[in-house]
């Protein structure tokens, strides 16, 4: 197991058994939890945060809780010093149950409600990024209800192509999220923003997308945010200090694939910001980023069970394994790329195989890998395991065909321990009303 090709966990190591990650053989996981199952490497995980943190020293970092959130999580990022971003309800009182503070969180969202908007003010949340015009009005009267003066950023699409697919494209004009610049929605955002009460604007947010493999499309993003802040300066007499950039630094999905590296992106993100604040005469702001995928991704494996093996001469071999589109969305939904290897015996010196991985659903989309070489004596009961599964797989998983969600297993140190448990049919049956 190459670790240079960025997709496995930092302790995963070939044994004889097979894979073993956080000192923990993959068999005996599938024993004891089952498959499918999510494997998570604490200590991968706490490293990239740590990378992070030291990357952006003297800013801010927020985990972007949509990749994977749970409890322990929410408590690793606030161990790690790192704030948290969330966009719901349930994300909030995670964030509440793992006693993180309010001053390290910052909420998000498009339509969020009254409700919600209440419980991030009655916390503390440091920052509410402001969507809509709706929710302009919306926040200001909670605030006014609660009493305070609610700190708020503007979220601004910049229209910068992120070169990314269209379904994970959140920068462009067309779009749900945010005021457009370009169209002058976010002017009037602003304008609107400064001059209601109960709101106190303290900068600017945008994010691009998701899976960003090229560093200048964060420069450019900055450079018309800043240019946006000293058309602010000039027209209202008011100095925003803070700048969010958001997420979407992309990962390593397939053998040779290099993803960015945050210690090379974020000296020529700050230096660019920077630069443009000395050419605007604006001082430096406050900035924050928002990685998920780029921590998460990487650290967990998806370990599946081999349950059919059905060759078809002259067009493929399809390997059907006991998961799917209800634990990984991501290739039906955006034709996401995955490779998969032999995790629970030693493989090496014989001959392979071209197949295609499939899942067990009723569609013929749910594909997990369309094509990757393994070993040609692959049978019934193997266990395969699919690498960078941590971010937007639990999270986005479902119960398609009654299939119950698998647990989040985390490792470290050669101890395993639960940190989501698995579904039951039980559970899957639970809502389910009997007339």
């Known amino acids: ?119 991030a003010v009655a916390y503390g949340v440091s920052l509410i990024v402001i969507d809509s015009y709706d929710e302009i009005a919306r926040l200001s009267a909670v605030a006014q209800r609660q009493g305070v003066r609610q700190q708020v950023l503007i979220r ?72 946006l802040m000293a058309d602010t300066a000039r027209t209202h007499g008011a100095l925003l200090h803070r700048l969010d950039l958001g997420g979407g630094l992309g990962i390593a999905y397939l053998p040779g694939e290099t993803p960015l590296n945050v210690g090379d992106l974020a000296p020529l993100v700050v230096a660019r910001v920077r630069k443009a604040c000395e050419q605007a005469g604006l001082p430096m702001p406050r900035l924050a980023v928002e990685p998920g995928r780029a921590i998460s991704g990487p650290t967990t494996v998806t370990l599946y069970t081999v349950g059919t093996i059905k060759r078809q001469p002259g067009l493929r071999t399809w390997v059907s394994v006991d998961g799917g589109l209800s634990d990984n969305m991501r290739p039906s939904l955006y034709d996401a790329t995955y490779t998969a290897s032999v995790a629970g015996r030693a493989v090496g ?37 699919i690498p960078a599964s941590g971010a937007y797989h639990r999270s986005m998983a479902n119960n398609y065909n009654g299939q119950p969600r698998p647990p989040v297993v985390s490792v470290r140190n050669g101890t395993a321990r639960t940190l989501v448990r698995g579904e039951t049919l039980e559970d899957v049956l639970r809502l389910d009303v009997e007339s």
Request: proline share 5%.
């Open 349 to 385: 010196g014989g001959s392979v195989e071209s197949y295609a991985i499939c899942g067990r659903h009723c569609e013929a989309g749910d594909v997990l890998v369309p094509s990757v070489i393994l070993p040609a004596d692959l049978a019934v009961g193997d266990l395969l395991a």
């Open 156 to 227: 601004v699409t910049p229209g910068v192509e992120a070169h990314t697919h269209s379904s994970i494209t959140t920068g462009t004009d067309d779009q749900k999220f945010g005021f457009s610049l370009a169209a002058g929605s976010a002017h009037r955002a602003i304008a609107q923003g400064l001059q209601t009460p109960g709101l106190e604007l303290v900068g600017l947010h945008s994010h691009l997308g998701s899976q960003i493999l090229r560093p200048d499309v964060f420069e450019t993003a900055a450079e018309r945010l800043v240019d």
């Open 1 to 119: 197991m190459k670790r240079r090709d960025h997709l496995w966990p930092a302790t995963t190591v070939p044994t004889p058994r097979g894979l073993q990650i956080g000192g923990v053989p993959l068999r005996d996981l599938a024993d004891e939890f089952g498959t499918p199952a999510f494997i998570l490497d604490e200590e991968d995980f706490r490293i990239r945060c740590r990378t992070w943190r030291t990357a952006f020293t003297d800013h801010d970092v927020f985990y972007a809780a949509k990749s994977f959130l749970c409890h322990q999580v929410a408590r690793w990022i606030k161990e790690e010093g790192l704030g948290l971003d969330v966009c719901s309800a349930a994300e909030l009182r995670i964030a509440q149950r793992a006693e993180v503070p309010g001053e390290s969180l910052i909420f998000h969202g498009n339509n969020k409600s009254a409700a919600e908007l209440e419980e």
